[in-house]
């Protein structure tokens, strides 16, 4: 670790402060200039612990930056993760409050739900295919409490990787039938398509992310239960939305999902 006991605790309350009251903060990375990767889970962590305590609980996982042109922007090679919580998932078509968030962005992506445990450090992608029981096509609500979300890798893991809240469609029965990597997303803003991807952009297959995920966990003593889900990583490029927007997110052979920002 590079921050002290102290430091580490205090930079966490400042992005739960920052979550309680939608107001955001500097990126901790100009506070704490010798703020690493491992502080920053720590932090996450910290956070974590803090709304377990008051009787919130672990539903799923997600995986951020596995997208080439996002780890490029941060200058890294991997994708990074967070958890989500009860109160963080919301139901096809609903409406989400806008007050929720400082500055929320969509994602489409693929939600495996496990029917058994995956724990690192060795998982494979063929793993993931035997544990998981079912997918969803989700919308993924990021988050940053960074103003303007200006943030370098050790300002999102802190920040529970951006993680804001998650629609999830229509849970599909797994089978090989079901060609991820070849699948195509739309994601659709006020009826108006403005992004498409395949789920190969997820480090050539969701799969293989969720694989990263369980061997990713495996150092802090944490698997992937059953009965959790895990959000893969995102099709295409986040879009911004704002309070009045409807955001629908097609994949292929999964059907489609939607959220109306209120």
Known sequence: MSLTTGELHAAADLIHA???????????????????????????????????????????????????????????????????????????????????????????????????????????????????????????IVDSRVADWQIALPDTVADNASSGAVVLGEW????????????????????????TGLGSAVLGDPAVAVAWLANALAPYDIEITPGQFVMSGSFTSAAFVHRGDRADATITGLGTVSLHLD
């Open 172 to 195: 599909v029965p797994f089978s090989a039938a079901l060609d991820l990597p070849n699948a195509r997303a739309s994601l659709r803003l006020n009826d108006i398509e403005i992004d």
């Open 18 to 140: 920052a979550h309680l009251n939608r107001v955001p903060i500097a990126p901790l990375t100009a506070r704490y200039p010798a703020l690493s990767v491992d502080d920053a889970y720590a932090i996450q962590k910290i956070n974590l612990d803090r709304r377990l305590h008051l009787g919130h609980a672990v539903v799923g996982h997600k995986i951020g930056l596995t997208s080439e042109p996002m780890q490029a922007l941060l200058g890294v090679d991997e994708p990074d993760f967070g958890y989500i919580l009860d109160d963080m998932v919301f139901p096809d078509g609903g409406a989400v409050s806008a007050d929720r968030f400082c500055a929320p962005r969509v994602e489409p992506e693929i939600a495996f739900l496990l029917h058994t445990a995956l724990r690192g450090p060795t998982v494979t992608a063929d793993d993931v295919r035997a544990a998981t029981q079912a997918v969803a096509v989700a919308l993924e």
